[in-house]
């Protein structure tokens, strides 16, 4: 008998220990998270409670030292989003915070009678071409409470004022997995409050349904407030806003590959970037055009979409997808300043999951095994993209440079530290001679064209 009690608190303690954490809701908001509502950039905020309230309010007033600013407070109604999914129920509530002054300092929060939140700041839009600084990670994906908190929080206390965060897909590994969720939130906590966020979808944010057909997760709509000017079925996956002069456009290369020849995407991209008046185009979407990963390659997502960015000048592209960091233009080998048209094509990953590095042909600057997050400081005539490890350290630099109708890209990567492509200690562990002779005649390569190139 006292065996068998022993047996079953063993048990018991080790089912306890195995078991992920839920983040299931309360009755006081959580995953409260800022993003841009419309095309304007106007913002808006997201945030969840539990299933028995069933109406939330956002207070804001302008934010002033002296603590009586709530006095000024006004209300906006939220619109409630229940969700019911995976044995979790809970309301989700979002509201576009319109009517603000541009460039203007607010304090808001969420919630309803006694249960608030606290009181976040945060700065709205321009409404002229300022110079505003934003982060890019590429996928957090696994690991989200446990090693992915250490970038999101390390690229926040770098030091520069980051006027918003985007995420290149991927985000979590099981897209229908609320706990997942619940850790991307632990790891960001009250910066998601105070900092938007804008993302576009992965591969692992999509699951499969009884007939194998993929879909976006339900907890997508809910999470994130985007503006609604996507082709229809793909709305708040497939969207652009403008912002202090530059265009964001978010595209869902999963929906691309589900749909084939049939996507309403390239269509709508063009439509997109040919109606434009701002001065820099970025796009984000999560497969790459040219892979950083060793045997991966996306061609007809390339030939869809890269006549295209050609075609209207697209200036930065950023993705995801492949695990490893991978930087370069698709410009033929030449000088160091050099003359451009098109896209710098940057892969990175925010994340502890790592794969092999291609390091292929259409590479200027490749990491192996390397957390990163990504400054870009975008001014009225200049992008600055700085590529940092997680522990800091400036791993990649570049300059684009719009002036008098031409475009000058600057390559600084010499002031990072020394590139490491090695394989991941776990493909090092199981590669045979054969593999070591492939990885070196790779290397060979690519030191090689480096060689030519600076
Ligand atoms: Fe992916």
């Known amino acids: 008998m006292c065996n068998f009690r022993l047996l079953v608190s063993f048990i018991l303690l080790f089912s306890l220990s195995a078991k992920a954490q839920e983040f299931l809701p309360t009755e006081y908001p959580d995953r409260i998270n800022l993003t841009f509502g419309k095309q304007d950039a106007t913002p808006a905020v997201t945030w969840r409670v539990s299933a028995n309230i069933d109406s939330g309010i956002v207070e804001i007033a302008p934010a002033k030292a002296d603590p009586e600013f709530t006095r000024k407070k006004f209300s906006i109604e939220a619109k409630i989003n229940p969700y019911d999914d995976g044995g979790v129920k809970a309301h989700f509530f979002s509201a576009i915070l319109d009517d603000l002054e541009p460039d203007s300092l607010y304090a808001y929060r969420v919630g309803k009678k006694e249960r608030w939140s606290e009181w976040f700041h945060f700065r709205t839009p321009s409404d002229k071409n300022d110079p505003f600084t934003f982060l890019y990670f590429g996928d957090a994906q696994n690991d989200l409470k446990s090693l992915w908190s250490r970038t999101i929080r390390q690229a926040n206390l770098h030091g520069k004022k980051i006027d918003f965060m985007l995420h290149a897909g991927d985000l979590v590994n099981r897209g229908v997995n609320d706990p997942e969720w619940g850790e991307w ?36 709509q809910p999470t994130f407030e985007f503006p609604q000017n996507g082709p229809e079925g793909l709305k708040e996956s497939v969207y652009y806003f403008d912002y202090q002069g530059c265009r ?207």
Do not use: C
């Open 185 to 220: 939130f632990y790891a960001g906590g009250w910066l998601y409050g105070m900092i938007p966020s804008i993302a576009t979808p992965g591969n692992h944010e999509f699951y499969r349904d009884d007939n194998g057909d993929r879909h976006l997760t339900p907890l997508w």
């Open 248 to 454: 964001f456009i978010s595209l869902n290369t999963q929906a691309m590959f589900e749909a084939e020849e049939n996507s309403p995407q390239p269509q709508w991209l063009e439509s997109v970037l040919k109606n434009n008046d701002q001065k820099w185009t970025i796009v984000t979407f999560h497969h790459p055009i040219y892979s950083s990963g060793y045997g991966r390659d996306n061609p007809d997502l390339r030939n869809a979409l890269k006549p295209l960015f050609e075609k209207y000048d697209v200036d930065l592209v950023l993705q995801g997808h492949d695990h490893a960091y991978g930087r370069g233009g698709n410009i033929p080998v030449g000088l160091k300043n050099r003359n451009i048209k098109g896209p710098v094509y940057v892969v990175s990953v925010s994340g502890p999951k790592m794969y092999n590095l291609s390091m292929g042909e259409w590479m200027d600057r490749g990491a192996a095994s390397t957390q990163l997050y990504q400054i870009i400081d975008v001014t009225a005539d200049q992008i600055n993209f700085a590529s940092y490890t997680v522990t800091g350290e400036l791993y990649d630099q570049f300059e684009i440079i719009k002036r008098d109708h031409q475009k000058i890209f600057i390559d600084h990567q010499e002031r990072a530290i020394e590139e490491n492509v090695q394989p991941p200690q776990r493909y090092q562990e199981r590669f045979s001679d054969e593999d070591w002779k492939e990885f070196q005649n790779r290397f060979d390569a690519y030191k090689e064209k480096k060689s030519k190139t600076y």
